[in-house]
């Protein structure tokens, strides 16, 4: 008996995997990823985390193999897949590129044909069950209405390139476990966050992206413009702010999950594998969105200096306003959303597990953290 886990390293696929090294268990993890120092990657990863506890000799379960997705046979020798198929129960399939922006192929190639490649090595494992993380967000462009977990379509389009991969590689999924009589779940976690500070050598959470690009935007604006530094600073002292208008619908909200709940109830759902022959969709999400105002509202307790003011359009744009709505472009074309998102077979597979915290304003303000694009300006 075995476990083959890709992924390891991920903001996501790490607590997972200390998640699944916390049970008490001697099953081997075979970890399947690319580079020279996986191992040493994949422990620090895991490690660094203070929960759940690890038993003694957890990290003595853990294998490694190099491999590469992007690749047909994931680049392994006969003997290496010979080797993690081997008495292979569960093969969880956690790697993907997050990319919400740019040239869609690269998305293609890791997101769709990666999780071919990653069923083609499952069928040399014919008792091991399929879990694959998916992503909430492939119910696309749909803006209202209750999401099922069931539910499936690309009726509504996709706002990204990435919400559309993933849709495809579901898809793979069924297609697979219907026609050779296999065991699958898809676990579809909302936008994943944290208010625990991250290491900095460690993959960080999806809204760091964010930040890094508006950021630098301030730090690039800020270098340009001496007297922004100056109205900044001593508005601060004034308790002024600089006004700014982002296109954004004020009345808009998402669904947003801590990424320790994500990772707990994955495994608990874990336990809960389907027939053969079909798949079971589970939303990994939280009971209750936030509003895009309460994000606003963080971001404003990141940067003191800045308040943001949501509006239909933004007429004559200044210079920082066209800089922000290019970096926030696709983060704020989520605003229009009032979907919600079903979780009854969720709460059937995790038992008593409790609801996440409330994501408010201080969770999100801790998750944001504080921001140093202009403190050395």
Same mark, same amino acid.
């Given at each position: ?123 040399? +494992?014919?008792? &091991? ?10 119910? !696309?462009?749909? %803006? =209202?209405? #209750? /999401? ?113 709940? +994500?990772?707990? &109830? ?10 053969? !022959?079909?798949? %079971? =969709?589970? #939303? /990994? ?93």
């Amino acid at each position: 008996m075995s476990i083959l886990f890709t992924g390891a390293t991920g903001f996501l696929g790490s607590r997972v995997l200390r998640q699944l090294l916390s049970q008490d268990s001697d099953e081997p993890v075979t970890v399947l990823g690319r580079g020279e120092r996986l191992r040493a990657r994949t422990e620090a990863a895991v490690t660094w985390l203070d929960a759940p506890r690890l038993p003694d000799g957890a990290l003595g379960r853990l294998r490694f193999v190099s491999g590469d997705l992007t690749v047909p046979g994931l680049g392994l020798s006969n003997d290496d897949r010979t080797r993690v198929t081997d008495g292979l129960t569960q093969l969880w399939h956690c790697a993907a590129l997050l990319n919400q922006q740019g040239d869609p192929i690269p998305l293609h190639t890791s997101n769709v044909l990666g999780t071919r490649h990653v069923l083609d090595l499952a069928d040399a +494992a014919p008792d &091991a069950a399929f879990l694959h993380i998916s992503t909430a967000y492939v119910a !696309g462009g749909r %803006r =209202t209405g #209750h /999401v099922l977990e069931d539910d499936l379509s690309e009726a509504h389009g996709f706002q990204t390139s990435y919400e559309e991969s993933k849709y495809t590689a579901e898809r793979l999924v069924h297609a697979w476990a219907h026609r050779g009589g296999r065991r699958a779940m898809i676990l579809r976690p909302s936008l994943l966050v944290t208010d625990r500070p991250v290491p900095q050598h460690l993959p960080g959470q999806p809204l760091d992206v964010l930040l890094r690009l508006i950021d630098s935007g301030l730090r690039t604006r800020v270098a340009r413009s001496r007297s922004l530094t100056r109205y900044l600073t001593a508005a601060g002292l004034r308790g002024e702010t600089l006004a700014l208008r982002v296109r954004a619908d004020s009345d808009g909200e998402g669904n947003a999950v801590q990424v320790e709940y +994500a990772a707990r &109830a994955m495994v608990h759902a874990a336990a809960h594998i389907p027939a053969p !022959g079909t798949v %079971r =969709t589970l #939303h /990994v999400t939280h009971p209750q969105n936030t509003s895009v105002g309460t994000l606003v509202r963080a971001l404003g307790t990141r940067y003191p200096g800045i308040s943001v003011h949501l509006v239909p359009e933004v007429p004559n744009p200044t210079p920082l306003e066209s800089l922000i709505a290019q970096q926030a472009d696709v983060l704020m074309g989520f605003s229009t959303q009032r979907r919600t998102y079903d979780r009854t077979g969720l709460l059937q597979a995790v038992g008593d597990l409790p609801d996440p915290e409330p994501i408010d304003h201080a969770y999100l303000a801790r998750a944001l953290g504080t921001a140093a694009a202009l403190q050395s300006a």
